[in-house]
């Protein structure tokens, strides 16, 4: 039987990325009207600083520090032109998990086949590893710096 990650290995949601036709729009939507904090200067994550600054990015945190990432996709039309159907804008979820178990993660993740996108990758934020849900929905794991 393939090994599974404990119930508690994932420990929380860390960003959630979305793909964006309008960024002002959805900037305005994000921040002004929801009320949420879009991180600024030093609050923006290094490996997103250059897309925040060229206005390809926008990074929001909810009152419970879940990070909404906003990817600018300007030429993106949603597979269905109905924005009830799920699916139609996320970018991926990425989960949390405690950097001494993230290797275990990789390993669960191709001892049960699932497909990879790309990774492990490592960054000055920490280390990443994305790849598909049975639906096609990309899912990173990802975990801080040791």
């Known amino acids: 039987m393939p090994k599974t990650l404990s119930p508690s290995a994932l420990r929380r949601v860390h ?18 009207i929801l009320g949420l904090h879009e991180l600024q200067d030093s609050e923006i994550p290094l490996t997103l600083k250059d897309l925040v600054e060229a206005g390809k990015v926008a990074n929001f945190v909810t009152p419970d520090g879940t990070v ?20 139609t ?15 275990e993660a990789i390993a669960v993740l191709h001892d049960n086949q699932v497909p990879i996108d790309h990774g492990p990758v490592s960054r000055p934020t920490g280390r990443g ?8 929905f990309m899912v990173e794991i990802r975990c801080d710096p040791l």
Do not use: K, W
Request: charged fraction near 20%.
């Open 15 to 32: 960003h959630i990325a979305l793909n964006v036709h309008d960024m002002q729009a959805a900037r305005h939507f994000y921040g002004t």
């Open 129 to 136: 590893v994305y790849c598909y849900d049975p639906d096609g």
């Open 89 to 103: 804008r996320a970018n991926h979820l990425a989960f949390d998990i405690d950097p001494e178990l993230f290797d």
């Open 68 to 87: 909404i990432d906003l990817f600018y996709e300007p030429g993106l039309s949603p597979p269905d032109p109905n924005p009830t159907q799920q699916f």
